[in-house]
């Protein structure tokens, strides 16, 4: 059951009596020890952490349903709807600064992705809004995630280190970028030719005389879900060995109180925030549960992210002790507060009293007026080009927002790249394929300012598609076109199914009562109403991501004959202008060209 307010400050306070009993002698000593108001000095030093992760550079509140939370009413038990609106940093910050307040010993930390993959207020400068408003909020302390290398290292480290862009230069008159205040942690990231870490690896913060210690990492997977060129001569090692060797170092430095952030995730069995994941956090599964039960008992907590769920769990360490784990949703529209005790002895976490619980980032909160300020700033600039209009719709065209496997955006996003494609001069394509984790966004058919209800203007469209990823038309076999099918459910996307969006001249059977590559239905596969030859050869466009392998789709990269393309945001633009006006706007594809047997979870 999700908690918010002075229920959750109830719940901490149980956990705390119900932590005391289950450890026993470990139990907290009397409040006056803890707080030094008996005749010794204090033992113990109490530490807030305030967490967030996948910001996305998120500035502005998210729209959608990538703007809500679901949360359980606490009155009646039952789900609250419609969700609740959350996000927006004018209200981040007022609600991290108020959490604050009455607590002396506070760090705000991240788990990776602040920026990356942003809407066009932030993503049009590189993201250097969304750093700025972080120095302003005063973050401490991140871990890379996997979009901070979107751009390449040499980017990421102009985020840590500022100067203006080498490209587009300073956007303000007199005004250079001067980078993050706070930390970038790349623990297991190294250079390839030296091995040494990109950027420094852990970050320890003193708190009244007691050493805490900040680990930072991202997914060791994150080659195969970043183009090449943005981890070009990057290694990326292993989350648990790299967070243990880095464990070891600190203790040797008299570093026993360890915090982890790590850019992996898990996913809770109900998407109401702050779902309870059970005993022994049994109600929550993906990577991240095996990299909790392996990491060193040092580590006394762990702030997580990448797959922008809610959770606030507990998992037993390789002793089998219950451990905090937890995740802030995504996108600013939850924080994560984490309290503990320090001891000032030993310099330890006492992990009987670690508590965590995540907050909702209300809308109903005072925004904070150097946030509106920021994002009035630079939204100025970027006016001219984001209220642009594109396009035309009748109805809201979910992507994120869509639990299908066949998303309606994505199937508008693969038509879009399919036409833009087809002329002989543009590459031939005859089909179309859309990974579906990069659609960032839904298109919503409420205005978002003054452009007028069912209009898209570019900043929503760079928001659906933030990458201007360059399109690519390659020459595949109908074998390897089956396999690019197959390889959706099999190979390293078999645990968690990467279902591609597909134009509309495509239609196939998955069966998903089946088994790895055995779910595609290889006799249910037409392009054009009829059967793909396995000895032909086909014309497919795909984004340089897709086309280079990325996603587990290796069929991809054996494609040959490669022609370069328009950017897949240019394709996008170009089809809602070509293909809707004011009194003919596109409606909402049918859903009609993945037929689903069976139940599966939503592959986005």
């Not at 970050?203 to 879900?225: A, D, S, Y």
Request: aromatic share 6%; charged share 20%.
């Amino acid at each position: 059951m999700p908690i918010s307010g002075s229920t959750g400050r109830r719940r901490t306070a149980l956990a705390v009596a119900a932590a005391a009993a289950l450890f026993g002698s470990m139990a907290l000593p009397a409040t006056a020890e803890a707080h030094g108001h008996g005749p010794d000095k204090p033992k113990y030093e109490d530490l807030q952490l305030l967490a967030i992760n996948d910001l996305h550079g998120n500035l502005e509140p998210p729209a959608g349903s990538s703007g809500t939370i679901n949360e359980i009413d606490p009155a009646t038990g039952k789900v609250i709807v419609p969700a609740t609106p959350a996000g927006g940093v004018e209200y981040l910050a007022t609600s991290l600064r108020d959490a604050r307040q009455g607590h002396p010993n506070t760090v705000t930390v991240a788990a990776g992705d602040i920026i990356g993959a942003s809407p066009l207020v932030s993503g049009l400068f590189h993201d250097e809004p969304t750093v700025e408003a972080m120095n302003k909020i005063g973050l401490d302390v991140t871990s890379v995630g996997n979009h901070e290398f979107d751009e390449g290292s040499a980017e990421l480290l102009r985020m840590q280190n500022g100067g203006c862009h080498p490209t587009d230069g300073c956007y303000e008159e007199g005004r250079t970028f001067e980078g993050a205040e706070f930390r970038y942690l790349s623990a297991n990231v190294t250079n390839e030719k030296t091995g040494k870490p990109l950027l420094k690896p852990y970050w320890v913060k003193n708190v009244r005389g007691v050493k805490v210690g900040f680990i930072g990492v991202t997914l060791e997977g994150t080659p195969n879900i970043v183009t090449a060129a943005g981890v070009q001569g990057l290694k990326f090692g292993n989350e648990v060995e790299t967070i243990n060797k880095y464990t070891a170092e600190l203790k040797r430095q008299g570093v026993n109180s360890v915090v982890a952030l790590i850019h992996e995730g898990g996913y809770p069995a109900s998407n109401v925030y702050n779902y309870d994941c059970g005993a022994g956090g049994s109600g929550v599964s993906g990577p991240i549960v095996d990299i909790a039960k392996r990491l060193d008992p040092a580590v006394g907590a762990i702030v997580t992210g990448h797959t922008h769920n809610a959770y606030a769990c507990m998992i037993p360490d390789p002793n089998g002790v219950p451990r905090s784990v937890t995740s802030a949703a995504s996108f600013g529209r939850l924080y994560t507060e984490i309290d503990l005790k320090l001891d000032k002895r030993t310099g330890t976490i006492v992990r009987p009293s670690v508590t965590a619980a995540n907050h909702v980032v209300r809308r109903t909160v005072k925004p904070a007026g150097d946030m509106t300020d920021l994002i009035k700033r630079y939204s100025a600039l970027a006016a001219p080009i984001a209220n642009r209009a594109v396009g035309y719709i009748s109805a809201d065209i979910n992507g994120r927002g869509s639990t299908a496997l066949e998303k309606p955006l994505g199937d508008l996003i693969a038509d879009a790249q399919l036409a833009g494609l087809a002329p002989a001069d543009k590459g031939g394509a005859q089909v179309a394929f859309m990974n579906p984790g990069g659609i960032r966004s839904d298109l919503v058919y409420k205005a978002s300012g003054s452009e007028g209800d069912g209009v898209v203007t570019y900043g929503e469209a760079f928001t659906v598609q933030p990458f201007t990823n360059m399109m690519q038309v390659k020459t595949l076999t109908g074998a390897q076109l089956i396999q690019v099918l197959q390889q959706q459910v099999s190979g390293s996307n078999e645990a968690a199914p990467k279902i591609l969006q597909i134009s509309g001249n495509l239609a196939y059977t998955l069966d998903l009562n089946k088994a790895g590559a055995a779910r595609v239905v290889v006799d249910s596969v037409r392009l054009n109403g009829a059967p793909v030859d396995p000895a032909a050869s086909y014309r497919v466009a795909a984004n340089e991501f897709l086309a280079g392998g990325g996603d587990g789709f290796p069929a991809f990269a054996a494609g040959t004959d490669k022609l370069v393309g328009a950017s897949d945001l240019d394709l996008f633009n170009a089809y809602l202008s070509s293909h809707s006006t004011a009194t003919a706007p596109i409606a909402p594809p049918a859903q009609n060209r993945i037929k689903v047997i069976g139940v599966g979870e939503d592959a986005s």
